[in-house]
């Protein structure tokens, strides 16, 4: 029987999960454990309008006040799970206390990586949370500072643009040939730096921060990059440390069976955290996106209520989705992308940036991506769960 079940993380993939308990049935008690000390609010607006003052933070709650309280469920905010024994069934808080449960939710997303001594200096910051987004705004919104942004991923691209809008005179820095290659693929990541360039933003590629100094990120050879702000955006980490010692299948990340259990009968992961294998790519994924983190939470707790009820559980099994937006583009991605895709432009064209182009692999489409083309990218999520051929998919593109 369960009666608690325990929520770590209390944030889009945790309250994703809580609702899900609820809208499943489950009457018994839920905790959520978060060490923010705010309830659940939505991360895409702290690169973009949460950034640029155009919303304040009581836009971006995942939940209003009533509604949460409709959920029923005892916040331990401000408070971080410190270790988790499987035996025992408990969760150590970082305030000495320990948390018992039936059944968990294990939800603890991801942090930004730091450069080293990053810390000694006042100028540099990440962005993460709410906090941090507050007080990066706090630096940038009145223009006229000079913005270093380090790492040409989605975060830095969008706090560049953010920045910019507001008046920043704004570089990028990044170590790999392209921004986002790894993500898109090293042409199409320059055909979002080109959108920089428009906007007098310089992305420049091939560039290794060596380290940084008072007003200053040190670039090789010896050149000095002034700044009066350092944005780090060098990728995430996920949260496993508190794991550490529980036994549990940590490698970049926490390993899940594909129904998302994390080998422990009634425990389930969600999110930014979740290593699992999707059956429908056949691949081993870590998807730092929204719309996994909401789908997970959604399926980890379904599921926890099916095992407790002795009923199947379900794989997941998607077709990952994100969104990005840099200036008036908005850039959007169904799939997954790998080194050596096949990446053939279906519709409109880079240079008027506005385009969709698909991707292919080994004679399969895996991956559609959209700049201001939303019509062209959706309509092949159905495809891409049929798992039709890429010959197939052009010729679908050059009809539509
Ligand atoms: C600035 C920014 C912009 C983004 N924009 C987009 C976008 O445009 N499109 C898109 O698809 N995705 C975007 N994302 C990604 C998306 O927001 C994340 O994928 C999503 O928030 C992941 O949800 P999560 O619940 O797994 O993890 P998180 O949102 O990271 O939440 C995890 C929570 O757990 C807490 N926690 C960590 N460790 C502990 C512990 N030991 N004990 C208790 N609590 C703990 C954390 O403090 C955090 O509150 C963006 C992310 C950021 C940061």
Redesign the pocket.
């Known amino acids: 029987m369960i009666e608690r079940i325990v929520v770590?993380?209390?944030?889009?993939?945790?309250l994703r999960a809580v609702e899900a308990l609820r809208i499943g049935g489950y009457e018994g008690e839920i905790v959520v454990?978060?060490?923010?000390p705010h309830r659940p609010y939505d991360?895409?607006p702290?690169?973009k309008r949460l950034l640029s003052g155009e919303w304040e933070p009581d836009r971006i709650v995942l939940r209003k006040q009533d509604d949460m309280a409709s959920l029923d469920v005892e916040w331990r905010l401000g408070v971080?799970?410190t270790g988790l024994d499987t035996d025992r069934r408990s969760i150590a808080l970082s305030d000495g206390s320990a948390i018992g449960f039936d059944g968990a939710i294990l939800?603890?997303?991801?942090s930004p990586r730091m450069l080293p001594d990053q810390g000694r200096h006042d100028h540099v910051v990440v962005?993460?949370t709410l906090d941090d987004s507050l007080d990066l705004r706090r630096r940038v919104v009145n223009g006229g500072r000079r913005v270093v942004v380090i790492g040409a991923g989605?975060?830095g691209l969008?706090v560049a643009s953010t920045a910019r809008l507001l008046g920043n005179d704004v570089v990028v820095l990044e170590a790999a040939p392209a921004p986002l290659g790894h993500a898109l693929g090293n042409e199409m990541g320059a055909a979002i730096a080109a959108v920089h360039a428009d906007h007098g933003v310089e992305v420049r590629c091939n560039v290794a921060v060596e380290g940084l100094a008072t007003g200053a990120v040190l670039v090789d050879g010896g050149w000095h990059e002034h700044a009066d702000v350092v944005v780090v955006g060098i990728g995430v980490t996920p949260?496993t440390d508190?794991l550490n010692g529980s036994g549990l299948r940590i490698r970049d990340g926490l390993v899940c069976r594909s129904d998302l259990n994390v080998g422990v009968p009634l425990v389930y992961a969600?999110?930014?955290?979740v290593r699992w294998h999707n059956p429908l790519f056949d691949e081993e994924m870590r998807i730092?996106?929204?719309?996994?983190?909401s789908e997970q939470g959604a399926l980890a707790a379904a599921n926890l209520l099916a095992e407790g009820a002795e009923q199947p559980t379900t794989p997941y099994a998607p077709v990952p989705f994100?969104?990005?937006?840099q200036y008036d583009r908005r850039i959007q991605f169904l799939g997954r992308a790998s080194a050596g895709d096949d990446v053939r432009i279906v519709a409109g064209s880079p240079d008027d940036r506005q385009f969709a182009a698909l991707y292919g692999r080994a004679g399969r489409l895996r991956g559609v991506l959209g700049m201001n083309m939303p019509r062209h990218v959706m309509p092949f999520r159905n495809h891409l769960l049929a798992g039709i051929g890429f010959g197939e998919a052009l010729a679908l593109a050059a009809e539509s």
């Not at 939800?107 to 991801?110: D, F, I, K, P, R």
């Not at 969600?270 to 955290?273: E, S």
């Not at 730092?288 to 983190?293: F, G, I, K, M, S």
């Open positions: 770590v993380g209390a944030s889009l993939a945790g454990v978060g060490v923010e991360r895409p702290l690169s971080a799970a939800a603890t997303g991801a962005l993460r989605f975060i969008e949260a508190w969600a999110g930014d955290i730092e996106h929204w719309t996994n983190a994100f969104w990005s937006e």
